[in-house]
């Protein structure tokens, strides 16, 4: 006999959603791993003491955080299903009779309430801490790539614009390394009797270079990206540190895409130790941070760097097969035949050319040597040498990424950094943000390596 399935939608029933929900659901086990009622204290100053109810700010947030666990990228589409999800429902504690936010509840809280508070990177940052807590997060190793981020821009809407190039804060340790050579060769000029040759040079650090970029109409907080076997279009670089002893990222920062990856890079790992109180001790990264001023920061922070070195030709180049002789103590060059080149100024700017020390020969020595014309020709009076500042701690990670240790922490930097974006793009929304700005890239970004990171600091700990 036939069964016909008979109209059952208006009947009364009693259930608890505790029931459907399983035993080893995620939600459920987020529920019980992390205590979230912290916002409440980092938001109170946000809320009025008078007047009607709010929605409840951890309601808001652990919507949020279900969009970006489950990869639900528009927030209409997460009201929809947390309306028809019975675990979305319990995790955010609402009942079958209760409404569910409307999805502009959530975008009106963003960008209003929330505009100017450090929320968003509070709850990153406390998830962080309770991994260090835990000891899945030891600092021993940490990795550090960037990704792009399409951004809500089309190059269809930009134009050509000159804006003022002004020196990084990376530059600043340079031009303080710079200023200190000139000074100390300054002294020995003065004791000499000497004066400097040439025309004093300006203040790099104020100096300020016109040059024309695209700027996106739609949002001009965003950056070209043109880079090699990389999408071109406009995007935002989310920065990533990870530990590799679980995974965990420790560190999101987000930069417009035409950004190079070292810029940021020394004081995101000054940062995170500071924030933390994290002691970092050993760092792999790849070409696109290989600079002088980050190994010499790295060395400050007594951080162990293992970046893979960009391949080129030194400056300081050899006769017959014989090298310049540097004389660290002296800080001066012996050429083949015996003749010392000294430090003479620093040449540069930073943005234009590199920060590089002068070291020149003598006229007289240059003038009768036999090896003139194979040195540096006919038409020049003496040999010159240009070095990069920090040189020598550029040389050192050079002899770093020639151990196997280096060999191994460039697999891990592989296996991390690579697949981490690959699930944070596939699952997790990182791909490309609807949301506009600087800042509200910084929060995309936070939360969808804050949903990767409850789940790693899960499967490690329970």
């Given at each position: 006999?036939?069964?016909?399935?008979?109209?059952?939608?208006?009947?009364?029933?009693?259930?608890?959603?505790e029931?459907?929900?399983?035993?080893?659901?995620?939600?459920r086990i987020?529920?019980?791993?992390?205590?979230?009622?912290?916002?409440?204290?980092?938001?109170?100053h946000?809320?009025?003491?008078?007047?009607?109810?709010?929605?409840d700010?951890?309601?808001?947030?652990?919507?949020?955080?279900?969009?970006?666990?489950y990869?639900?990228?528009?927030?209409?589409?997460l009201?929809?299903?947390?309306?028809?999800?019975?675990?979305?429902?319990?995790?955010?504690?609402l009942?079958?009779?209760?409404?569910?936010?409307?999805?502009?509840?959530?975008?009106?809280?963003?960008r209003?309430?929330?505009?100017n508070?450090?929320?968003?990177?509070?709850?990153?940052?406390?998830?962080?801490t309770?991994?260090?807590?835990?000891?899945?997060?030891?600092?021993?190793?940490?990795?550090?790539?960037?990704?792009?981020?399409?951004?809500?821009a089309?190059?269809?809407?930009?134009?050509k614009?000159?804006?003022?190039?002004?020196?990084?804060?990376?530059?600043?340790?340079?031009?303080?390394?710079a200023?200190?050579?000139?000074?100390?060769?300054?002294v020995?000029?003065?004791?000499?009797?000497?004066?400097?040759?040439?025309?004093?040079?300006?203040?790099?650090?104020?100096?300020?270079?016109?040059?024309?970029?695209?700027?996106s109409?739609?949002?001009?907080?965003?950056?070209?990206?043109?880079?090699?076997?990389?999408p071109?279009?406009?995007?935002?670089?989310?920065?990533?540190?990870?530990?590799?002893?679980?995974?965990?990222?420790t560190?999101?920062?987000?930069?417009?895409?035409?950004?190079?990856?070292?810029?940021?890079?020394?004081?995101?790992?000054?940062?995170?130790?500071?924030?933390?109180?994290?002691?970092?001790?050993?760092?792999?990264?790849?070409?696109?941070?290989?600079?002088?001023?980050?190994?010499?920061?790295?060395?400050?922070?007594?951080?162990?760097?293992?970046?893979?070195?960009?391949?080129?030709?030194?400056s300081?180049?050899?006769?017959?097969?014989?090298?310049?002789?540097?004389?660290?103590?002296?800080?001066?060059?012996?050429?083949?035949?015996?003749?010392?080149?000294?430090?003479?100024h620093?040449?540069?700017?930073?943005?234009?050319?590199?920060?590089?020390?002068?070291?020149?020969?003598?006229?007289?020595?240059?003038?009768?040597?036999?090896?003139?014309?194979?040195?540096?020709?006919?038409?020049?009076?003496?040999?010159?040498i240009?070095?990069?500042?920090?040189?020598?701690?550029?040389?050192?990670n050079?002899?770093?990424?020639?151990?196997?240790?280096?060999?191994?922490?460039?697999?891990?930097?592989?296996?991390?950094?690579?697949?981490?974006?690959?699930?944070?793009?596939?699952?997790?929304?990182?791909?490309?943000t609807?949301?506009?700005g600087?800042?509200?890239?910084?929060e995309?970004?936070?939360?969808?390596?804050?949903?990767?990171?409850?789940?790693?600091?899960?499967?490690?700990?329970v």
């Amino acid at each position: 006999m036939m069964g016909v399935n008979g109209d059952k939608q208006h009947q009364f029933i009693f259930l608890n959603l505790e029931d459907y929900v399983p035993k080893d659901h995620l939600l459920r086990i987020i529920q019980r791993e992390v205590d979230v009622t912290f916002i409440y204290d980092k938001v109170k100053h946000l809320y009025s003491l008078v007047g009607r109810k709010s929605i409840d700010p951890v309601l808001l947030m652990k919507m949020m955080l279900i969009g970006y666990l489950y990869g639900i990228s528009s927030e209409r589409k997460l009201e929809e299903e947390v309306k028809m999800n019975l675990a979305y429902r319990w995790f955010l504690g609402l009942d079958l009779m209760e409404s569910v936010l409307d999805h502009s509840t959530l975008s009106q809280n963003r960008r209003r309430r929330f505009k100017n508070s450090s929320i968003f990177q509070e709850i990153f940052d406390h998830i962080v801490t309770l991994c260090i807590q835990k000891g899945i997060v030891t600092g021993d190793v940490i990795v550090t790539d960037s990704t792009h981020v399409k951004a809500s821009a089309s190059l269809s809407h930009s134009e050509k614009v000159k804006v003022d190039k002004k020196p990084s804060e990376y530059l600043e340790e340079l031009e303080k390394e710079a200023r200190r050579l000139e000074s100390q060769r300054q002294v020995e000029r003065d004791a000499g009797g000497k004066k400097k040759c040439g025309r004093v040079k300006q203040d790099r650090m104020t100096t300020t270079i016109q040059t024309e970029v695209t700027q996106s109409l739609t949002d001009p907080e965003t950056g070209l990206m043109n880079r090699p076997k990389k999408p071109i279009g406009f995007h935002f670089l989310s920065h990533t540190s990870i530990d590799t002893t679980y995974g965990i990222i420790t560190d999101i920062h987000v930069t417009p895409g035409n950004v190079n990856d070292h810029e940021p890079y020394a004081g995101r790992l000054a940062a995170q130790q500071e924030r933390f109180n994290l002691e970092i001790k050993k760092v792999c990264a790849d070409k696109g941070y290989d600079c002088a001023v980050v190994h010499h920061a790295l060395e400050k922070q007594n951080i162990e760097g293992y970046i893979s070195p960009i391949v080129k030709e030194s400056s300081i180049e050899a006769i017959g097969g014989k090298p310049f002789q540097y004389d660290e103590e002296l800080d001066t060059y012996l050429c083949p035949e015996g003749k010392t080149l000294k430090f003479t100024h620093v040449e540069g700017d930073g943005m234009k050319t590199p920060y590089r020390s002068v070291y020149a020969a003598k006229t007289k020595d240059c003038k009768a040597c036999p090896l003139r014309e194979q040195c540096f020709g006919k038409s020049k009076k003496y040999r010159v040498i240009r070095r990069t500042l920090f040189h020598e701690a550029t040389e050192r990670n050079k002899e770093r990424a020639k151990s196997e240790e280096y060999r191994n922490f460039k697999r891990l930097r592989s296996i991390w950094c690579e697949g981490t974006f690959g699930i944070m793009k596939q699952s997790h929304n990182l791909s490309r943000t609807y949301k506009r700005g600087i800042r509200n890239a910084t929060e995309h970004c936070l939360f969808s390596a804050l949903a990767l990171n409850i789940k790693r600091m899960i499967k490690a700990t329970v």
